[in-house]
């Protein structure tokens, strides 16, 4: 058992041993703290062979290789020899006995924490001389701070203490022998940079030296008086206790004065967007300028969060300035920097990071190409939300997990385009390593962070669940399963709701087509629950095809003005994500009562057009009817089907007979110049429906059968659109596609004129589509996707709209060149189609329209939410291919590291594009996985901005250059933040840059 | 910044210097207070108690007398002074009622309360000052006021509190530490080493609870021993009076008596 004992401290020395001062909470409130401290004779000081302490971690005599120290000595560096020149101390070269004080050791911890953990790596280290000497539980050494004396002052005075206690201890323990000469003592050398310390120390007889004559005194100094801190940098500074808060931001104009402004046309409205980056700059689109008005550094984005609704003051056209085309990670700039400094900010290491980020700002030289610049001057609505963010672990205090008490930490956002979160939790320790959620809750113009506090935490980093949860959230999907008022509005029966018999009562079957004897077929992708659509075709006696689509009826289940219409109205889509589907309906209607299924009877809302053999419609009907489809393919499977000689029974006639339809159709588009747009899709092969661990990531393959789908879709979705908007001119509901803005190409027909000598026209969709099949590389075959991709990301996103609102004119459809176009064929995913299916059904005549779908802000409303939800799914799904990606190509280096041949290193590599240069790295796109990444090189390189070529060493990268990358995932250190890593392999290694 | 307090650092030190094992100072007064029938104050480190003992006697209420046993009325004052920032608790403060609910739960099966049936055994205990181990220095104070008053127990109840940094444990903490670590108190009767209270109002793992408990019934025992001296010390100082007086008063008259007493 352990002993057990109690301490007696005794009441005489009642000021020694006990501590008060006053403490003011971050309230203002004033509160007395009383603190005891048990001072003892126990305290060991680590010297070798020391009769009273037995200790031995330093050596007995000291170190003997300092030429100014005959007799050996002992460094006693002061609190500012650890703030200034951490890098000497860590050299290998540097290897002299340190004894190293708490006082020192818990100034430097409250000083700066990045430094106090680095010193702390440093006293485990093995190849290091460490002692650490408790001075102030000491009796002999410990001190109490006297009146008038400042906080530095206090601890200086008793780092002197030590160093004299300790000159003493050495002596009193080597009391000379009778007959032996006396031994010569070791010194203990004082280190400080504080010339008025020195003088006092000398004062009391103690050996006090500067750093940089120590270092000169060595025998090889050179090397270790590089390492040496600029003289004049490390004065000392005053305590910042006293400081006043400084603002760091300027305030905000009031409301009144903003909005007069923007009346007034001075100021400027619109959203911040961050750029991702560089986190010190930022855009702000405004309708006066065709470019972003671009903001440059800390104070001009004035405490803009990426989506808030700002107002931004232009500079004079003189200060006009290029964005930057460096790369600067907040993350690597600003790891020093300290989350508890909030109360002190604008001093000390706060000022540092001012300089560096001002330096940065300043190192990047800009290119020629002018945009209008200025500064937030008030923020008209913020849009924050709760973040999905990781705790950084760096700023901790204490990563013990089982302390409670209160910290201030950082909290990294999973999203670039965020600042960090300063928040205060009592559970740091066990939050790292979580993905957690965080919401902002003010930034004052004293700090530099905005503040926030925990919401909860959603689990292990890249643990499937959390990450996913993750995505939903960062994407705002409502994912929460159904409440009970909406599960009550489905019908009763359930899951076994079955067509009833046909009669002239039944309500299902009133006004409804008997096509249950059709030969209706559905081509979905594998493993498809939700099937909204299904076709047939069949060869009419006049030589005439009819050929159908039949469309699940959901607005026979889903009424207008119940809970379960106005949940899939806020829902707006289906999200997809790789593993997961996050319904829009409830699954009873999406997977059961809804879907198409084979071998059932469903209700289903059908068009049916007669078409000449050339595909010209002769006339088209619709009609609700009832259909039991005969078939469900997937597209591989009615591929083969058709193109499976030996199959000639009538089903696969009525594919063919589609197929042929469809060649026509498209065709047709083709002509009338739609563009054939293409966006990196990958396939993520899963291991097995119950684990889903990603085995691989493969390109989605494109069948003939793919498109067949399609064509009959978009001829539906457009016979629809004209039908509703001819019906509802003033509220239809349809989809449009704005011609992007010409600009919008400059830069990406410049890289190509300069680089591949290859023109894009751009002045119609047909123009551009021609020009864009002409973009072809010989030797590349992927270069003409890789061409379209790009073309794409310059194009506007198409959107929903409301007949009414907008003019006739810009009703069209750029990319399908369609003049007018809706969205009708998938309503168990898309809300948008449940409207349009209202509005056709009450357009022929079948229900009547309801109330709300004849009021124009109504269904404005609604496609508002609709399109936002609609954009938000796309990243949600195009984010949760990217973890998967990252975790297919971790799992692919695991397992090449495991099959790869002893001495071998084992790594992925994939071919890859330049798509971007950078100063100091370039972007490239991994067609193969789909994913594009970074290259970044430290040193800077010559960059040529105006041909997009960067120049490393001897070997030129161009922009559209092959290039092949090693791809890795490497969980960042501080965010847990798993990130794809790229370096170069070829033409040149990079890792090394 | 309390938060940059390092609970225990790198060298086995506590923020106060002490080491994990290592108690706080104890101070026990038992002279007589004002009209109470016993009385203690103790400290532990900071923590300030003092409480005085009243009784056996009758109750003032009828309702609450029990017609076999003595009733136990625990009373707890927080003086307004004793932390740092001033405050008033209401004596109805929920926190201050459970407060002197455990302490008379701790208590209830070491007096012997069946020897005074109908009459009621009152408790005050006032808080001085604060810090940590204020419910150890509580029923500590209590002990030691009902043995001053003569009260029958069955044995001492020695309480301390222990937590767990980490994977160490630590004994008898400070305010700051309780405000760190997960702790809990415990009462032990050392004699029979019978465990008459465990409170925790934190979260702890079960293994490290089987070690901090092991840990702080040892403490106890420990405590046990400062107590006992202090009792020993006190009823040897009386003894020395009665002695004392006797001598006296067989050689001299009462009024010599009561001038040599002054």
Redesign the interface.
Same mark, same amino acid.
């Given at each position: 058992m352990v002993d057990i004992t109690i301490l007696k401290r005794p009441r005489t020395e009642g000021v020694l041993t006990q501590r008060k001062f006053f403490k003011k909470t971050a309230r203002g409130k004033v509160i007395k703290v009383l603190r005891e401290r048990y001072l003892r004779d126990d305290v060991p000081c680590g010297v070798g062979s020391c009769r009273e302490c037995k200790t031995d971690a330093l050596p007995f005599e000291g170190d003997m290789s300092h030429p100014l120290f005959a007799s050996g000595h002992f460094v006693l560096p002061d609190t500012n020899v650890f703030l200034s020149q951490m890098d000497l101390i860590e050299s290998p070269l540097f290897t002299p006995p340190i004894i190293l004080l708490q006082t020192v050791m818990e100034e430097v911890r409250h000083r700066s924490l990045p430094l106090y953990n680095r010193l702390k790596a440093l006293t485990k280290m093995d190849d290091k001389k460490f002692w650490i000497f408790y001075n102030e539980y000491r009796s002999e050494t410990a001190i109490i701070r006297e009146e008038g004396e400042t906080p530095n002052d206090r601890n200086d005075r008793g780092i002197r203490k030590a160093t004299a206690w300790y000159t003493s201890h050495i002596s009193t323990n080597r009391p000379p022998l009778r007959g032996q000469p006396t031994p010569k003592l070791p010194t203990v050398v004082l280190m400080t940079e504080d010339a008025a310390n020195r003088q006092k120390a000398q004062k009391s007889g103690i050996y006090s030296i500067s750093v940089r004559k120590y270092v000169e005194g060595m025998r090889e100094p050179t090397q270790l008086l590089d390492l040496l801190a600029a003289e004049g940098a490390n004065e000392i500074e005053p305590t910042k206790a006293v400081a006043g808060r400084q603002a760091l931001y300027p305030e905000y104009l009031p409301t009144a004065t903003l909005i007069a402004g923007v009346k007034a046309g001075e100021l400027h409205q619109g959203h911040f967007n961050a750029n991702q980056y560089n986190y010190l700059e930022g855009s702000v689109p405004v309708p006066t300028f065709t470019k972003p008005v671009l903001l440059i550094g800390r104070e001009n984005m004035n405490r803009a969060v990426n989506g808030d609704v700002v107002v931004v003051e232009v500079f004079d056209e003189k200060e006009w300035k290029a964005p930057g085309d460096e790369v600067v990670d907040q993350d690597s700039t600003l790891k020093n920097d300290d989350a508890e400094d909030s109360e002190d900010e604008g001093e000390g290491e706060a000022h540092e990071v001012l300089v560096k980020e001002s330096k940065l700002l300043e190192s990047e030289k800009r290119s020629s190409e002018k945009q209008p610049t200025g500064r937030i001057v008030g923020i008209i609505k913020r849009n924050w939300r709760a973040y999905v963010c990781h705790i950084d672990s760096t700023s901790l205090t204490s990563s013990n997990t089982t302390s409670l008490s209160q910290q201030t930490v950082f909290a990294t956002p999973v999203s670039r385009l965020l600042p960090r979160i300063r928040l205060r939790t009592r559970q740091a320790p066990t939050l790292i390593g979580q993905k957690i959620l965080v919401t902002i809750d003010r930034w004052d113009e004293t700090s530099r962070y905005p503040e926030g506090h925990f919401v909860r935490a959603l689990g292990k980093v890249e643990s499937k669940e959390a990450e996913q949860e993750s995505l939903l959230l960062e994407f705002e999907v409502p994912y929460r399963p159904f409440g009970k008022a909406i599960l009550d509005c489905l019908p009763p029966e359930g899951e076994s709701w079955v067509v009833p018999l046909k009669s002239a009562t039944s309500p299902e079957w009133k006004g409804r087509e008997d096509l249950r004897e059709l030969l209706i077929c559905s081509i979905d992708p594998p493993g498809c629950q939700d099937i909204d659509d299904a076709l047939h075709a069949r060869q009419l006696p006049n030589g005439n095809i009819e050929a159908g689509v039949h469309i699940a009826d959901v607005s026979h289940f889903v009424h207008p003005d119940t809970p379960m219409d106005s949940e899939a109205a806020s829902r707006g889509t289906t999200v997809y994500l790789v593993d997961k589907r996050i319904d829009m309906l409830p699954a009873l209607l999406g997977t059961n009562l809804c879907s198409l299924r084979p071998f059932v009877e469903r209700l289903a809302f059908s068009a049916i057009w007669e078409m000449t053999p050339d595909a010209e419609i002769v006339n088209v009907r619709f009609t609700k009817s009832v259909i039991a489809s005969k078939a469900a393919f997937t597209y591989e499977e009615a591929q083969i089907r058709k193109d499976d000689p030996h199959q000639q029974d009538a089903l696969t006639q009525s594919i063919r007979l589609l197929n042929g339809l469809a060649l026509k159709l498209k065709a047709k588009r083709m002509a009338a110049g739609a563009l054939n747009l293409a966006s990196p899709e990958v396939k993520i092969q899963l291991d097995s429906s119950e684990s889903s661990d990603p085995i691989d990531v493969e390109q989605k393959e494109m069948r003939e059968t793919n498109s067949l789908v399609e064509e009959f879709m978009l001829l539906a979705n457009i016979s629809v659109a004209r039908k509703i908007e001819e019906t509802f001119p003033q509220t239809a509901v349809l989809r449009r596609h704005l011609p992007p803005p010409r600009t919008n190409f400059e830069k990406l027909q410049d890289i190509l004129m300069k680089r591949k000598g290859m023109k894009l026209d751009v002045s119609s969709s047909g123009a551009l589509a021609t020009s864009l099949d002409e973009c072809i590389d010989p030797k590349e075959p992927a270069f003409n996707t890789l061409v379209r991709i790009m073309a794409t990301r310059c194009m506007l996103s198409a959107e929903y709209f409301c007949s009414g609102s907008v003019g006739k004119d810009t009703f069209g459809h750029y990319g399908l060149a369609s003049p007018i176009y809706t969205h009708f064929t998938s309503p168990i995913r898309r809300y948008a189609d449940v409207l349009a299916h209202r509005q056709l059904s009450a357009a022929i005549g079948y229900t009547s329209l309801h109330a709300s779908l004849h009021s124009k802000p109504y269904v404005e409303r609604i496609l508002d939410v609709v399109n936002r939800r609609h954009r938000m799914a796309q990243m949600a799904g195009r984010a949760s291919v990217e973890f998967y990606v990252g975790l297919a190509l971790k799992g692919r280096n695991e397992r090449e590291s495991k099959t790869a041949v002893a001495g071998q290193k084992a790594e992925v590599t994939e071919e890859a594009f330049v798509i971007r240069t950078f100063r100091n790295g370039v972007g490239v796109f991994v067609s193969k996985l789909g994913i594009e990444g970074l290259v970044m090189f430290k040193k800077d390189m010559t960059f040529d901005a105006e041909n997009y070529t960067i120049t490393v060493g001897e070997t030129t990268i161009a922009v559209f250059d092959k290039v092949t990358v090693r791809i890795e995932v490497e969980k960042d250190r501080n965010t847990q933040r798993g990130k794809v890593k790229m370096t170069l392999v070829h033409p040149i290694d990079s890792s090394g840059l | 910044?309390?938060?940059?307090v390092? /609970?225990l650092?790198?060298?086995g030190?506590r923020?106060?210097?002490?080491r994990?094992?290592?108690?706080?100072? /104890?101070?026990i007064d038992l002279s007589q207070q004002g009209h109470a029938d016993g009385a203690a104050v103790i400290t532990h480190?900071?923590a300030h108690v003092m409480v005085s003992v009243f009784g056996p006697r009758e109750a003032k209420m009828r309702s609450q007398t029990i017609h076999d046993r003595a009733n136990i009325n625990v009373e707890v004052a927080v003086a307004a002074f004793s932390t740092?920032?001033r405050r008033k608790r209401s004596r109805g403060d929920k926190r201050i009622l459970e407060f002197a609910a455990t302490i008379k739960s701790t208590f209830e099966p070491v007096i012997q309360t069946s020897l005074y049936p109908r009459s009621q055994i009152d408790i005050f205990v006032q808080v001085i000052?604060q810090?940590g181990g204020l419910l150890q220095a509580c029923i500590n104070g209590t002990t030691l006021a009902l043995m001053n008053a003569g009260i029958p127990m069955l044995d001492f109840v020695c309480a301390v509190n222990g937590g767990?940094?980490?994977t160490s444990p630590l004994?008898d903490l400070?305010l700051?530490e309780e405000?760190?670590?997960?702790n809990l108190t415990i009462a032990v009767m050392p004699k029979t080493r019978k465990v008459s209270l465990v409170t925790m109002e934190?979260r702890?793992h079960v293994d490290r609870f089987e070690e901090i408990f092991r840990?702080a019934t040892?403490?106890g025992l420990? /405590?046990h021993g400062?107590m006992k001296g202090a009792i020993l010390g006190r009823s040897k100082s009386l003894m020395g009076s009665i002695e004392l007086g006797s001598q006296q008063r067989s050689g001299n008259t009462a009024a010599d008596a009561m001038d040599d007493d002054d």
């Open positions: - | 910044m309390a938060s940059r390092e /609970i650092n790198e060298g030190y923020s106060d210097g002490r994990q094992f290592e108690l706080r100072t /104890i101070d480190g900071l740092g920032d000052q810090d767990v940094h980490s004994l400070t700051l405000n760190d670590v997960p934190t702890l840990l040892e403490a420990a /405590i400062e």
